[in-house]
């Protein structure tokens, strides 16, 4: 059985942080590359950052520069670091492997509201 467990999700005011974890169990491999993906009700699901495994990075534009992916090869593990939040990144935040996705995790809701 495979399972991706996102959290680290919450409230908070804009301008504030949030840093998101997300660890895989089981014991197949699928890749090094992760990534974050959001979801709004209504709305598709849609990539907001990607790491290769190896350091290489991208970036919705609309969260370059405020978000930070980092992953961990190891466990695996995937770490999304939000700073500046702005109202528009209120979502639920999944992560998978971007080469062998497996099913999705149940996220985390992000919301940012004054």
């Known amino acids: 059985q495979v399972q991706l467990v996102e959290s680290g999700g919450g409230s908070v005011q804009p301008g504030g942080s949030l840093r998101l974890s997300c660890v895989f169990s089981g014991s197949a491999v699928f890749g090094k590359a992760m990534a974050w993906y959001r979801q709004v009700p209504g709305k598709q699901r849609e990539l907001v950052a990607s790491d290769n495994g190896d350091g290489a990075t991208d970036y919705l534009a609309s969260v370059n520069g405020r978000f930070a992916i980092s992953v961990d090869g190891a466990r695996p593990a995937a770490y999304l670091q939000m700073n500046n939040l702005k109202p528009e990144d209120t979502a639920v935040y999944y992560c998978?492997?971007?080469?062998?996705?497996?099913?999705w995790g149940q996220g985390t809701q992000v919301t940012v509201s004054s």
């Open positions: 998978n492997f971007v080469d062998f996705p497996v099913p």
